[in-house]
């Protein structure tokens, strides 16, 4: 295979930024559960005023906007409005691709309002063996379309970034990464369950760039609740597609995407399951027990993920209106499915396990079992009632033992 020096470039420029050492160098995180500090929840079912919470219908008419806002204001940023009109086209498409097991359809989304004048494209694969409309999941990519699969005639993708040396405004094109994230992708078996996979490469939605993307003071939207606002534009075309079920589409998202998951799902209630995947600080894990990644260390490495507001809090967490198990709970009485890894100490699996255990609360108003268990599961043993866990052995990364947990779970609610 020839190498480009382009193609190379995409993806070290992606594993490693400078920016990111050297703020990693003075940043010594904490791997010893010992040191954790004692640390008190704020109790999802207290409303700001001390009001107790205890019906259902008091948290989604009070509680439930109350921390939407909190979490807009104070982390994310709220996510962009949207006229409500989206031009969308189809650029692409065959009935027989992937040895005519799938439609294959690139559409062309030009959403109008907020989100100013942005152009992006989504992949999409259809099994072509069910009939009827079939479920969804969504999940954005990091490197284009053309890197989830060795499929020929998946458009390259083409974006801004930065040359990690010379920290100049550079366009990343590279044909060479063509199907080199298929590891993440693995579309036969989500086909072969029946399943449609619906893709767009983040960076085209929004830059993932702290140069050129400067968050003022204040509650100014970041990166994060732009990702989140593609997520919901996708969802706008999904939803008008015969093939799709539209009551059953499923957020997903590794790492920062699955932070941005997160924040969609609470956001679109069109979002049947939402799926946090290694998902860590500033996702899916408890920012008070400051394990491996800490808010003070994500702020200064990533500090345009993340609306002005939230930078306060990297000195002192304790004083957040809020943590993870709240943001996992506004999924509710939807599903919501955390997966960790066990070589992923960063992303502090402990913590992301420990908060869907106190995102229960929430779920028991509706008469629902979150989940079962209040220890953490042993590697590879998933577990799920009406949500889910599992913590995978090995590194950082969305790999198919993640998918098939996925795909598991997401029978057991659609097909009940
Ligand atoms: C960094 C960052 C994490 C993030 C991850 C990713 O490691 O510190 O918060 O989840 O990048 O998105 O890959």
């Not at 405004?169 to 992708?185: H, K, M, N, Q, W």
Request: glycine share 8%; proline share 7%.
């Amino acid at each position: 295979m020839r190498r480009t020096i382009l193609g190379v470039f995409a993806v070290v420029c992606f594993a490693v930024s400078p920016a990111l050492l050297s703020a990693q160098e003075k940043f010594v995180p904490n791997y010893d559960e010992a040191k954790v500090p004692a640390y008190t929840l704020p109790d999802p079912l207290v409303m700001q005023d001390g009001t107790k919470v205890t019906t259902s219908d008091v948290w989604e008419k009070s509680r439930r906007p109350e921390l939407v806002e909190l979490f807009a204001r104070e982390m994310f940023g709220p996510v962009p409005a949207n006229s409500g009109k989206l031009t969308w086209s189809v650029l692409e498409e065959d009935e027989k691709a992937l040895e005519g097991t799938a439609h294959r359809i690139q559409i062309e989304l030009k959403p109008d309002g907020d989100g100013g004048d942005r152009r992006f494209e989504l992949l999409l694969y259809i099994p072509n063996q069910v009939k009827g409309p079939v479920p969804v999941f969504i999940n954005f990519n990091f490197l284009g379309n053309h890197t989830v699969h060795p499929d020929p005639a998946i458009h390259v993708a083409t974006w801004r970034s930065r040359d990690p040396k010379t920290g100049e405004a550079v366009v990343l094109t590279s044909e060479i990464a063509r199907g080199d994230r298929i590891r993440r992708f693995p579309i036969e078996v989500i086909l072969k369950r029946g399943y449609a996979l619906a893709t767009v490469h983040y960076q085209a939605v929004y830059p993932d760039d702290a140069k050129a993307v400067k968050i003022p003071e204040g509650s100014e939207a970041g990166a994060i609740s732009h990702w989140a606002w593609g997520y919901s534009r996708v969802t706008d075309v999904l939803s008008q597609l015969p093939k799709i079920d539209r009551e059953k589409i499923v957020f997903l998202g590794h790492s920062r995407l699955g932070k941005t998951a997160l924040w969609a799902g609470a956001n679109d209630p069109r979002a049947a399951i939402v799926i946090s995947n290694d998902s860590g600080c500033g996702g899916a894990s408890l920012a008070r027990r400051q394990y491996g990644e800490t808010v003070g260390r994500i702020n200064d490495a990533f500090p345009h993920w993340f609306c002005g507001n939230y930078k306060k809090y990297g000195n002192d967490v304790n004083q957040l209106p809020f943590d993870a198990h709240e943001l996992l709970s506004l999924t509710a009485p939807r599903p919501v499915y955390v997966a960790s890894a066990t070589e992923d100490q960063w992303a502090d699996p402990k913590g992301e396990f420990l908060a869907l255990l106190n995102a229960n609360p929430v779920y028991q108003l509706y008469g629902l079992e979150g989940i079962r268990e209040t220890e953490q599961p042993a590697p590879e043993k998933p577990i799920s009632a009406h949500n889910g866990y599992h913590l995978r052995v090995g590194k950082h990364d969305l790999l198919e033992y993640d998918w098939v947990r996925y795909l598991d779970f997401a029978d057991g609610y659609f097909k009940k």
